[in-house]
């Protein structure tokens, strides 16, 4: 009998992937074929119960499928991951197999499946809230225990906790029965390290107070008391931060560092001292150091940083990250001149549908040409969602397509301290125009590229003056 539980506990580990892809059928048809084998029989009620168990789940996905074909052409909103998004509904022939689609507003319209497609690699996979709301989960003691199912297998023990606490479940059901019992040890298991993570967070923060007691390295100390606030502070009390952040600030006070360069902060590919004080940092993306820029959502590919996916929307367009730098003092950015020149490629089988460059708060939007306009520039400051939704609405400078069809160079010079902008295009100036000086906040020391369509961000080049 041990070697058969030791199989159980064997043949549950191989089903996880399967039970956390929801390929529940799948699922279902493997523990009915153990069930029937001669030498599980001490264990085949397990096996029974979690065929049943994955038989419900899938006819949970049923009922989501029936309920988005229902609402096929009503507008909903949804939020996927952090984003909440509003559009119309289009389930398609077969929501469950082949996945459904939100028909969004000016924007890219995402395919979405209740669980992974064999060859739909783009289907976003939406997450358990979604799916309890497309079914009608109800307060049936029936569908509290199917929720409750549903999200021990989401790896969501509390939300399970709160379904077992709802009301009244079924009774005499051995489900409800493992339920209870599965949801308790998870939420045992949860306790339990966080226990011990407390308990290493309390010898990290014990250790430091003794490195400090014993003269440790000052710069070596601030760097573990760093660590631990950055990574422990959800784990410590007030007062144990609070010491910390003293001990740190004694012995750094006791480092007087040397002033970092300008290229040393910014850590360009090549640096390039200029006249009249100025400076330009150039960077090579294809390098195999980035240098100072940050790719943000975007990753390396090739010759350069490559964003892989076209934007769900504009708010996700705004809202990813795409390659920044933050020129640091002692570059001047207020008074002086800065100029930056940028390099893309577009890729072959994305069509150009907007591209946002930001330089010390000045924000510049080309349009693609769609549904017979024209492309577009525009120019401005303050908020860039403002400014994309009057490119979107079809303001700006008409440009013509770039010279090079295989690369395109944007440049952006400005001025903050007079509001004057100048922009070109391969070369050929498109528009010098002055717009309100911008704030004086972080984000006007940042260049910042983001775009809708994939795009390959091959360069950079800057110039500025240097204190």
Sequence with gaps: VEDVRCGLVEFEEEMQ???RARCYTEVAEMQERAAVEVWRQPVRAEHELRAREARLLEALLQRAAE????RDGERVEMTLGTIKLSGKLAAGSDPLARGFTLILDGGRNPTLALRAIPGVDNAIVVGRELIETFARVGNTPDDRLLAVLF??????ASAAREGLDAGALPRDDPLVADAERRVQEALDQRRSQADGERDAALARYHLALREGREGTDPARLARRIEKILREDAALLGIEQIQE????RDDRLSELTPPVPSLEELMRPNAFEPLSNGRVRLRYDFASARAGGFD???W???GQGFVSLRDALSDDDLLTRPGPSLVLRDPAVVQSEPVDVRLRFQPKPDAPANLLLVTVCGFHTVIAGGRQGRPA??????GEPAALVARARAGEGTTIGPPRNGTGFELRVLVTRSRGIITVELDGRRILVEQRPVPRNELGDRLVSVKSFEPLRLVSAAIEVSVR
Excluded: K, M, Q, Y
């Design 17 to 19: 992937f399967a039970w």
């Design 67 to 70: 309920g988005i074909a229902l």
């Design 151 to 156: 999200r021990l297998r989401e790896g969501e």
């Design 244 to 247: 910390l952040r003293r001990l």
């Design 295 to 297: 790719p943000g959502s």
């Design 299 to 301: 990753i390396r590919e």
């Design 376 to 381: 577009r520039l525009l120019v401005d400051t």
